[in-house]
């Protein structure tokens, strides 16, 4: 076990310092370079020159990324175009609110998801199995944005269940502890302001989960119908063991090893139907400040460190997977 969690450590690292020079020459690659991207198109030859001495891009190359790693690992990412703030803390702002649509996401999509693949292989051919195999389809089918826009129009225009935009009320006097709405309502006990921020975060986190929701239930579907096709399934069934036990320890088990891993994709897939969901909702998370980055202010600090936090992320979701391996199914451990 310790062995894979070493080996898994040295490949996020090797991944993380690959993409670091990935990013230092597209940074280097931009029209006119990162110079002209924080001075802008109508700066003097003067100025550009004063701040290419003072940013160290006059040195050689190597020196150059080295500092840039140096940034890196200390997160010393320089200040924001746009707002003039550093890139940390105006990461740190958004940072909140999209990790908690995402969870809130995920722990619909996984808590669905896996049910309702299970119930469909335990009805397999049946109107059950049916109606939630065209669910799926409809589900990975439909773009994000556009359920998004339908949900908002029925459900907080027509049927006002829900509201329109936003993480909270405007009236709501709420105490930030964390940045995490829900969470920061519960630990200081404005249980008020908790179940607003929760009534905010349902239609984002309905919207966001729908595709890894459909992924999940038809892997899980998939995954339940060829353990139960297997030599020891039916063994277990001729011993004359409980129907319990046979789910539990044979056929789930044996079936989340896949699962595991479209779940851990899904989870860093989030990122991207962030952006569009959180546009739709003006959550005001990490996807509208990649959106507000790109289109608008060209606010390169903050698109690179959201490109390597994106990463770091998305390499730790995936060491997490791993080790899931090797707890859900020893032979792993072995390999």
Known sequence: MLRVVVRRLLQMVVTLIALSALIFVWLRSLPGGPVEALLGERATPERRALLTKALGYDQPIWVQYGKFLE?????????????????????????????????????????????????????????????????????????????????????????????????QSVGIDATRVTGFFVLDGLLTREFDAAADALWHLILPAVTLATIPLAVITRITRGSVLEVLGEDYVRTAEAKGLRTRTIRGRHVLRNALLPVTTTIGLQTGALLGGAILTERVYNWGGLGSLISDSITGSRDYPVLQALILLAAFVFVVINLIVDLSYALIDPRVRVG
Do not use: C, M
């Open 71 to 167: 940034r890196v690992v200390t997160g010393n990412f320089g200040n924001s175009i746009r707002s003039g703030d550093s890139v940390a803390a105006t990461i740190g702002r958004a940072f909140p609110a999209t990790i908690e649509l995402s969870v809130a996401a995920l722990i619909i999509a996984v808590g669905i998801g896996i049910p309702l693949g299970y119930l469909a292989a335990r009805h397999r051919g049946r109107i059950l199995d049916n109606v939630i195999v065209v669910g799926t389809l409809l589900g990975i089918a439909i773009p994000i944005f556009f359920l998004g826009y339908l949900l908002k129009d029925q459900l907080t225009q027509g049927l006002h269940w829900f509201p329109p935009s936003g993480r």
